[in-house]
């Protein structure tokens, strides 16, 4: 039965949620649904995601080769997907519509460093309010690889599903401990379904082709299947990698659960049952107010409590603060500055990788954002002042 998911009180809510999508102009992010589906969390928290793995991350500059490289590259990849599409629906029984970031609104964590693996950082901001765009940089310092990326979304609604087409790309550098010379490696996104609407228990498919191109030659393509395609489950992919068009491996397998390398009879290549890391973030207290569990705390504590009116109240203190800001901003004729990133229309490298790339993965905007750091590092600054101060005088 349709709606068979949503609380009795929101089944109107539902039903008029879902007759608005059909006249969905821009994105998402701007319209109303029913409480039932809000999640308490920001987007800006989601590129962490790409790090809940950090020891496949930090491994990748420990591979031999060039090849070795480039499948670990892919291995570590994989290993995010399931964390990246399914988290919501593991957590909170369905994918939910999450907090919409304001400009200027930051994520700030780590991973610890375990045996010797390097402290890795997570460093994400919301970049753009229209259309959302959020910037993430991820480090491992001592194992030499970072991820600059940003990432957006475009919607359109089937009549049935909710179609994702996502906007941005991820660049991933690498200094291999090997020969101590930079690999680039340039990631494209998939492109999701959002499932399950008529129920009012949305559930996440990727379809198309992602692919990841280094600059050494190597690629992989990714080609994502549900239900019915390439057997009869869901979030399947196939993957092959090459080099100068020739075939080096395949792999296939599904992004939630074992994949193989070769066919499916071939050995494991990754299980996703493997535990992920969540980052670890300071309390809530320690953070400063643009940073995003701060900023949506009173927010996020409505949603969690079910008091939608106080949640409601507090996005609308957020929401004026913000329409305000851009108001003055027009009148003293400024624009808002950045903290950490900053905007390039294009980038040499970025040109090279995706000429060595098949059209129908290449990404479809040219223009990223480059790390600089700036807002974070005078942070670490000022934290390391403070507990020096803090400390006791070195003896003479
Ligand atoms: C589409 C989506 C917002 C964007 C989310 C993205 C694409 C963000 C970048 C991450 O790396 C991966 C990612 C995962 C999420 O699955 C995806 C979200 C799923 C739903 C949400 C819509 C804006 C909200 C749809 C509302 C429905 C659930 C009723």
Do not use: C
């Not at 390398?261 to 670890?280: C, H, L, M, N, R």
């Not at 090279?352 to 807002?375: C, F, I, R, W």
């Amino acid at each position: 039965e349709e709606g068979a998911d949503v609380p009795q009180d929101q089944k109107a809510g539902w039903a008029s949620f879902i007759k608005s999508l059909a006249h969905m102009t821009g994105d998402l992010s701007s319209m109303t649904a029913p409480p039932f589906i809000l999640s308490p969390t920001s987007l800006t928290e989601f590129p962490a995601y790409w790090a809940e793995h950090p020891e496949l991350f930090a491994d990748i500059s420990e591979g031999e080769t060039e090849e070795d490289r480039m499948e670990r590259v892919f291995l570590w990849f994989i290993a995010t997907l399931k964390g990246q599409y399914t988290t919501r629906n593991e957590k909170m029984g369905s994918e939910k519509k999450p907090l919409n970031p304001v400009l200027g609104e930051l994520f700030y964590g780590t991973w610890p460093d375990v045996e010797g693996r390097g402290e890795t950082v997570l460093i994400s901001e919301q970049v753009s309010h229209h259309p959302p765009i959020t910037a993430y940089y991820v480090e491992n310092k001592k194992a030499g690889v970072a991820l600059q990326g940003h990432s957006g979304q475009k919607t359109s609604f089937s009549g049935t599903s909710i179609l994702v087409k996502q906007s941005g790309h991820a660049m991933l550098f690498v200094t291999p401990k090997k020969t101590g010379k930079q690999e680039t490696y340039l990631i494209t996104l998939p492109k999701l379904r959002i499932d399950g609407i008529i129920w009012g228990s949305p559930y996440i498919e990727l379809t198309d082709s992602s692919a990841i191109q280094a600059s050494t030659g190597y690629g992989v393509q990714i080609d994502y299947k549900g239900k019915g395609y390439f057997s009869g489950k869901a979030h399947m992919f196939k993957a092959k990698m090459t080099k100068a068009s020739k075939t080096i491996q395949t792999f296939e397998g599904e992004w939630t659960g074992v994949s193989n390398v070769g066919s499916s009879k071939g050995p494991v290549f990754y299980d996703a049952d493997a535990p992920k890391e969540e980052i670890t973030v300071k309390p809530i207290t320690e953070q400063g107010q643009w940073e995003s569990r701060n900023l949506w705390q009173k927010v996020a504590n409505g949603i969690r409590g079910g008091d939608f009116e106080a949640a409601g109240r507090a996005k609308s203190i957020i929401e004026n603060e913000q329409r305000q800001r851009r108001r003055d901003e027009v009148a003293e004729g400024t624009s808002w500055k950045l903290w950490n990133f900053e905007h390039v229309d294009s980038d040499p490298e970025f040109q090279k990788l995706v000429a060595m790339m098949n059209d129908k993965t290449q990404p479809t905007t040219e223009d990223a954002y480059v790390y600089s750091g700036e807002h974070y590092k005078q942070l670490l600054a000022g934290a390391s002042a403070e507990s020096a101060a803090a400390a006791p005088a070195p003896a003479a």
